[in-house]
């Protein structure tokens, strides 16, 4: 195992938050069910609580849990953007009692996505649940395309992502509201 992925996972078991490519743009990860862990990640992007972090996870099986699926009523919509997996869409759905409250401040839903890059993927099959909770790496209301200097400097891992490897568009957002397919984003 590389030296990147063993400090990686090593980080995330003790409740670090670190960044890394993503398919999209780079990424502040975190797990998912570590209030520590989540605190830091508002704390150095100086994100409001208004803005849940998403959950990432190594596949849709991995987030059923987290979703409560069965409210929805257009689970043939549902099964065709899952297919679109992985990749750089982001679903909106109504939350499960498995998401934390303190991860999503109470908001009655949660985004999820399977993100499509290798590495990613590898340590996120290694995570509790084979989920991490996620938003880009940047601070809030600055440019997500690269993490800005002051927030490098409070991390203890930023992984460099190889030529190529992300697209450097933030994924598109979709929620299932009322039966419908609503865009958020792109």
Partial sequence: MPVSFKRSLSLLL????????????YGLVCRYDSKSAVEKIYKLKKRTRKKPLILLGYNWKALKIFVSVETLHATSQLQKLVQQWP???????????H???????????VGVRVPKNKFLLKLLKQCPAQ????????????????PQKELLKK??????????????????????????????RR
């Fill in 87 to 97: 990749g750089p869409l982001t679903i909106i759905l109504p939350a499960s009692k």
């Fill in 131 to 146: 989920v991490l909770a996620s938003t880009s790496a940047n601070l809030s209301g600055k440019s997500d395309l690269r």
């Fill in 155 to 184: 991390i203890k891992l930023f992984i460099k992502a190889e030529k190529g490897e992300m697209s450097l568009k933030p994924s598109k957002i979709i929620e299932i509201r009322n039966n419908k397919i609503v865009r958020l």
């Fill in 14 to 25: 003790k409740n670090e938050p670190i960044i890394l490519p993503t398919d999209t743009v």
């Fill in 99 to 109: 998401v934390p409250k303190f991860l999503n401040n109470d908001f009655k839903t």
